[in-house]
Nanobody, 118 residues
Framework: QVQLVESGGGLVQPGGSLRLSCAAS????????MGWYRQAPGKQRELVAA??????SYTDSVKGRFTISRDNAKHTVDLQMNSLRPEDTAVYYC?????????????WGQGTQVTVSS
């Protein structure tokens, strides 16, 4: 069974940094686009950052502050979060996505809480 395991969440003051990591198992990792989503209380889950083998993308609110990276040899994807703001508070989820023609599959981690507060 595919597993995505996140780590690195926690409590940080505004302006601080955190690094989230997601370790994937039982998938051909390099075939998948990897992403980090977040969901704040009362809000819809949103895509924060995504990475393929050739490109990265970010939602506007985190551009210049967050950096997504992947290591295909280690089957990991990280999210470096700098200059954190209270509005970044959410549960962050790792996602693995593969799309081939009409076939599409998504896998999710269990989520890790990030709280930005003084």
């Amino acid at each position: 069974q595919v597993q995505l395991v996140e780590s690195g969440g926690g409590l940080v003051q505004p302006g601080g940094s955190l690094r989230l990591s997601c370790a994937a198992s039982r998938i051909t990792f390099s075939f998948y686009a990897m992403g980090w989503y977040r969901q704040a209380p009362g809000k819809q889950r949103e895509l924060v950052a995504a990475i393929t083998n050739s490109s990265t993308s970010y939602t506007d609110s985190v551009k210049g502050r967050f950096t997504i990276s992947r290591d295909n040899a280690k089957h990991t994807v990280d999210l470096q979060m700098n200059s954190l703001r209270p509005e970044d508070t959410a549960v962050y989820y790792c996602n693995a996505n593969i799309k081939i023609g009409l076939y599409e599959r998504n896998y999710w981690g269990q989520g890790t809480q990030v709280t930005v507060s003084s």
